[in-house]
C-alpha cells in the first residue's frame, strides 16, 4: 500500500459516488479525482452556489475534457435532518443506485451552537447528519454493484477521535461544553457508527431469522486524512474569533499539513481499494499525520461495541431513522 496514488485508482465509468462537503477541501478534491476516473459525483453540498462554482472549477483545471466529467450539485445541509430527507428522496428520484457514499463534511471545534434539529451542531453535522443520510441512502447502496461488487460508505473521522469520550447523559453538551472536546467525540462516534454498521451488515448476512433472506452488498469502511491544510482550519479559527488563533493556524497548516489532494487519498483509497469492511483508513507517515494511505487501527474506545449500540439507539430515535438491516 506504501506509495498508492489516485492514479491507481480503477475505472468508475457508470458508477454513482456522492460526496458530502463537495465543494472544498478534501471533498473537493475526492469529488476530482472520482470524476476523472469516470464516476458521475453527486456533489452533496450546504450551499448549491459554492457547489456550483466549485464543479466549475473542476471542469476548467481537471486534465480531462469537461464533456466527460460527471458533476451533479444538489443541496443537503447536514444541519437539517428535513435537508438530508429531501436529498435523499431526490437522489432516489434520479438515480437507481449509489455505489460509494463518501461522508465527508464536518465542522471543527466551533462555538457551541444547535443544529435546526436542536442537537449541538459539531455532533448532529458530523455524525447524526451522516447516520440518517446513510440509512435514508441504504436501498439505493444495497442496490448497487458498488466497487468490487459492494457498494462503500466511507466514513471520515480524525486523529482527533483519541481525544474524544463518550458521555451519553450529556450528547450534545448542554451542562458543559468544551470545543475541542466535542469535535474529538463528534469524531469518535463517526467511527463508532462506521464499524457499527459493518458488524450490523456482517449479522444481517445470509437472513434475519425469520425466514427473509437479508445479504446486503454494502461494505463500510472509515478513514483520517492527517494533517490536511483545508479551509477547515480557517473556519474554525474565523469563527473562534481570536486573532492569533488565525495566525496559528496558518502556521501550522504551512509547517504541518500535507495538501488536501494528499489529504483525501485515505478516502479516496477506502472507496476503491481492496480493503475489508470495517477497516481503517489513514496516513502511512510520521505519526499518521502525513503520506500515502494504509491501513492502522484507531483507538480501543473505537472498538467498544456496547457504546456502539447505545449510540445506534439514541441516533435512531434522535433522527427517525432506521435502517433496513
Not at 492514479?7 to 470524476?35: C, Q
Not at 450539485?73 to 437522489?91: K, P, Q
Not at 458543559?176 to 451488515?201: D, M, P, V
Request: charged content about 25%; hydrophobic content about 40%; overall charge negative.
Amino acid at each position: 500500500m506504501s506509495g498508492w496514488t489516485a492514479d491507481e485508482m480503477p475505472r468508475l465509468d457508470g458508477k454513482t459516488v456522492v460526496v458530502t462537503g463537495a465543494n472544498s477541501g478534501l471533498g473537493y478534491e475526492g469529488t476530482r479525482a472520482f470524476a476523472e476516473r469516470g464516476a458521475t459525483v453527486v456533489m452533496a453540498c450546504r450551499s448549491v452556489e459554492r457547489g456550483e462554482r466549485a464543479a466549475d472549477e473542476i471542469r476548467r483545471e481537471s486534465g480531462v475534457d469537461r464533456a466527460d466529467l460527471e458533476l451533479d450539485v444538489r443541496e443537503c445541509d447536514l444541519a437539517s435532518l428535513d435537508s438530508v430527507a429531501a436529498f435523499a428522496e431526490g437522489l432516489a428520484d434520479g438515480y437507481d443506485a449509489v455505489d460509494v457514499l463518501c461522508n465527508n463534511a464536518g465542522v471543527m471545534a466551533i462555538p457551541r451552537g444547535e443544529t435546526e434539529d436542536g442537537f449541538e451542531t459539531q455532533f448532529g453535522v458530523n455524525h447524526l447528519g451522516h447516520f440518517a443520510l446513510t440509512g435514508r441512502l441504504f436501498p439505493l447502496l444495497d442496490g448497487a454493484e458498488g466497487v468490487g461488487g459492494e457498494a462503500r460508505v466511507v466514513t471520515q473521522s480524525s486523529g482527533a477521535h483519541e481525544q474524544g469520550e463518550m458521555d451519553f447523559t450529556d450528547l450534545n453538551w448542554e451542562r458543559s461544553y468544551g470545543k475541542w472536546k466535542a469535535y474529538g467525540r463528534s469524531k469518535l462516534a463517526n467511527l463508532l457508527f462506521a464499524y457499527e454498521l459493518q458488524r450490523r451488515i456482517d449479522d444481517a448476512d445470509g437472513g434475519d431469522g425469520q425466514g427473509v433472506t437479508v445479504d446486503p452488498a454494502v461494505r463500510s469502511v472509515a478513514c483520517h486524512p492527517g494533517y490536511a491544510a483545508t479551509n477547515l482550519q480557517h473556519r474554525t479559527a474565523e469563527e473562534s474569533g481570536n486573532p492569533l488563533m488565525k495566525v496559528a493556524m496558518t502556521a501550522a497548516n504551512a509547517a504541518l499539513g500535507q495538501d488536501a489532494a494528499t489529504g483525501a487519498l485515505p478516502m479516496l483509497y477506502a472507496a476503491t481499494a481492496d480493503v475489508d469492511g470495517g477497516a481503517y483508513v489513514e496516513p502511512s507517515g510520521f505519526m499518521n499525520m502525513r503520506g500515502t494511505p494504509t491501513v492502522g487501527r484507531s483507538n480501543d474506545a473505537s472498538y467498544d461495541r456496547a457504546d456502539a449500540r447505545k449510540l445506534w439507539e439514541y441516533s435512531e430515535e434522535v433522527t427517525g431513522v432506521e435502517f433496513p438491516i
